[in-house]
């Protein structure tokens, strides 16, 4: 299955909890808890192109899978990882965060990001 196609938050569990531990401000975390965020998702072989839109924030990465890429966090911060791939499965670490993103059927993708014991899961379906 491809990742490709445009995919909207329809869930998400310990936002805060998983914002703060990051080191988000507060401000931003209250304007950022409630947006139904899209994400844009283009691919090409193993090229991967990462658009999120959550309100007025826009946030794009570029990587090509297995890769060493430079990606900008939720944080804005720049930091190297390489991004593989296993099946429907993406994995990446990210200073600290472990993230699994998984096409679990056609329409639906699960995000799961942890940082020190807190796992921050989001759901996004096709739009």
Known sequence: ??????FQ?????NF???MRAIGLPEDQIQKGKDIKSISEIEENGNAMKVTV??????????????QESEV??????KVMTVVKREG????ASLKGIESVTELTDANTIVNI???GGIKYKRILKRI
């Not at 299955?1 to 445009?6: I, P, Q, R």
């Not at 900008?72 to 911060?77: K, Q």
């Open 9 to 13: 938050l329809e869930s998400q569990e």
């Open 16 to 18: 805060e909890p998983f």
């Open 88 to 91: 429907n499965k993406l994995t």
């Open 113 to 115: 990001m942890t940082v």
């Open 1 to 6: 299955m491809s990742f490709a196609g445009k």
């Open 72 to 77: 900008e966090t939720v944080t804005g911060e």
């Open 53 to 66: 839109t959550t309100g007025p924030k826009v946030l794009t990465n570029t990587f090509i899978i297995g």
